[in-house]
Each structure stands twice: as structure tokens, then as C-alpha cells.
């Protein structure tokens, strides 16, 4: 089964940030992706009055915080309607206020109206980690207590000389998107049905299937059929996955396969080597494969390993991707305790 990836909805977190027109002093463009912005923390501070009590305090808080946020190499914008001198941070302006409606303003023909202040936590790879509305009183702390653990997670440290061509994106899926896969499993398509693509076809209610391959015991996977389910993980692998992986590899993703969640509980059993998606003349179309780990913290083992690169295993965190050619060996560990919950995905395109 195919399906067309859908268009990007309104910006969330985990969400790649649009490159809005917004405007430096001198009147050239600043963007987040730009060459010598990309691979910086970003926070942009939307202000509709730098003169009311609510917008001083935001900008007296992040005042404060200037040596912890330059120690973590964080640069702060204020985006303003207009420029305005003697500010402790760069202005940059919004003209058609496209940026400062999302990010939460009041915005009417085009120029802001009201709201604010609004703080958006862009990461280095442009997709927004966390937004702050007025209701936070200390959006310089807040931002903070964010960047703070991401800037310790990305310390530089020695890659595996034989380190694989795989691409890790963090964030696909909040934490509430993973407990609710994880109780879809639960909950839904307990009818067991027997292991084959073929036993698929023309299904729009969810069923689980064992997956006996090479005479492992220990994964069963809930086949996602039911159209509000797909909706829910095309809404975020959408706007979120896709263009990364296009940016990665230079390939544009259109299509994907029916979704599965897959459960590991248990010894694994049967042969313990690795495997390739696309070998078999049904699955030749296949050209990336996607797994989101649901709850990493929960279990211990199913790691996944590329040996033909290294003996190096990998174990992103709940809600980050891991994506990967499917000509790519690869294999997933034993599991060692707990029960591993993981959105699998083939994507593919025209080509």
C-alpha cells in the first residue's frame, strides 16, 4: 500500500521553522537556515510594545541571562514591527507579520496589533524546540532550562571511524504522541491476522500480526489501517521528517507503506543476524526506512546495529527518528529486559 505524504500543518513543536521574511537593520533578510546562522540555538522574542510591563520583563530576563546564553552559543533576536535603538539584543522587523501570527501575536492586515511577549526556541537544525507565551513570567529561565540539556546532548565528542550513513532527527513525535501510539496498540486491532503484505489488502480497521522472520519470537506489529491514526503520523513525519531527509539525501520522499507499531517483549529466539527491507521483488520500491522509538527509557536492548560499518549500536530517544537506506544491513539486538515500542515506516518516491 502507498499513501501521499501530506501537507505541513501549522507550526508546532518538533516542526521545521518556515523561512519567514524577516528583516535586519541595514534591510537584508535574516533567516534561521541561512548559511551563517544554521547550526546556532536561536531564540527569537516577539514583541508587539517593548514599552509595557510585560514586554520590559521579558527583555530584562533574558538581559540577565546574557552570559549563560552566550556561554551556550545561543543567539536571541527581538522581533519587533519596527526598528527601535537602545535594546540589549539585535531587532530584527516581521513586515507582513506572517512570523508574528504564528508565533502567537495579534496580527491585522498585516501588521501587528497586540499579544506578546512570544518566545520561540529554535534548535540548530531549524526545528523548533519550545515557545513560551505571556503567560511565562521568566521566558529567559524557560529558555534556558530548554537549550541547556539539547547543548549538553550535542557536546562534540569521537564518531565511530566506520560510522554508518544513517540520519538521526529528534523530536518527530512529543511525548504525547508516543503514549498514544503505545495505547493504540493496547487498545485497538486485536485481531491477530496471518504474517504477509497480502493479508493487508483493502483493510481499514487495524490487526496485528506476528513476525516470525528468521524464526524470532519476540515482535508482534499493529498495523496501522484506521485513517485517524495515519493522519495523526503523517501530520508530524510530514512537516517534520521528510524535508530533513531530503536535505540529507537529496531525495524526495512522496510515498510511504502502511505504518506498524511494533512491540519487542522476551527472547528474541531464531537467527540472530542482520537483514535488508528491499531484497524481495514486493518490497524493491522501498528506499528509506524509519524507526521512532515510543519509549526508550523503558526497556533495555533492541538497539539497532549496522555491521557491515561498526559494531557501534544505536538507541535514539523517544520521539527521534532514525532513518536509513534500506540497501543497509542492519540488525536489531536482543532484547535484554522491558518491552520496546517503536513506529516502523518505508518511504519511498517516484524514482
Known amino acids: 500500500m502507498s499513501t501521499q505524504m501530506p501537507a505541513a500543518p501549522t507550526l508546532a513543536i518538533g516542526d521545521i521553522v518556515p523561512k519567514w521574511p524577516l528583516k535586519r537593520r541595514n534591510g537584508e533578510s535574516f533567516e534561521v537556515h541561512s548559511d551563517d546562522e544554521s547550526g546556532n540555538f536561536h531564540v527569537l522574542v516577539f514583541l508587539a510594545n517593548t514599552a509595557d510591563a510585560a514586554g520590559k520583563a521579558a527583555l530584562d530576563g533574558f538581559a540577565r541571562r546574557r552570559d549563560d546564553l552566550d556561554t551556550l552559543g545561543v543567539r536571541v533576536r527581538l522581533v519587533l514591527p519596527k526598528i527601535e535603538e537602545g535594546l540589549p539584543f539585535p531587532v530584527v522587523t516581521d513586515p507582513d507579520g506572517v512570523a508574528s501570527r504564528m508565533a502567537g501575536l495579534t496580527v491585522a492586515l498585516g501588521k501587528v496589533t497586540g499579544g506578546g511577549p512570544s518566545v520561540l526556541v529554535v534548535a540548530p537544525n531549524q526545528h523548533l524546540a519550545a515557545r513560551f507565551g505571556p503567560e511565562i513570567t521568566d521566558p529567559g529561565a524557560a529558555a534556558l532550562a530548554v537549550i541547556g540539556p539539547l547543548a549538553e546532548r550535542r557536546r562534540a565528542g569521537l564518531v565511530p571511524v566506520m560510522h554508518p550513513p544513517v540520519l538521526v532527527v529528534p523530536d518527530v513525535f512529543n511525548d504525547a504522541d508516543c503514549k498514544r501510539l503505545i495505547n493504540i496498540y493496547a487498545m485497538q486491532g486485536n ?161
Not at 261 to 289: C, M, W
Open 191 to 351: 485481531e491477530f491476522v496471518e504474517p504477509g503484505h497480502n493479508q493487508l489488502q483493502g483493510r481499514t480497521t487495524d490487526c496485528k500480526m506476528r513476525i516470525p522472520d528468521y524464526g524470532r519470537d519476540d515482535r508482534i506489529d499493529h498495523w496501522v489501517c484506521a485513517p485517524e491514526t495515519n493522519n495523526i503520523i503523517d501530520s508530524r513525519i510530514g512537516p517534520r521528517l521528510i524535508p530533513e531527509i531530503h536535505r540529507a539525501f537529496n531525495y524526495k520522499v512522496t510515498r510511504h507503506e502502511r505504518y506498524r507499531i511494533a512491540r519487542y517483549e522476551g527472547a528474541q529466539k531464531g537467527s540472530k543476524h542482520g537483514h535488508r527491507d528491499n531484497t524481495l521483488p514486493f518490497v524493491a520500491h522501498r528506499r528509506f526506512a524509519v524507526t521512532i522509538n515510543l519509549n526508550s527509557d523503558e526497556y533495555d536492548g533492541a538497539e539497532i546495529r549496522f555491521p557491515e560499518f561498526s559494531e557501534a549500536i544505536y538507541k535514539p530517544p523517544a520521539g527521534a527518528a532514525i532513518v536509513f537506506s534500506c540497501s543497509l544491513l542492519h540488525e536489531v539486538m536482543p532484547m535484554r529486559s522491558g518491552r520496546r515500542f517503536a513506529l516502523l515506516a518505508f518511504l519511498f518516491g517516484e524514482t
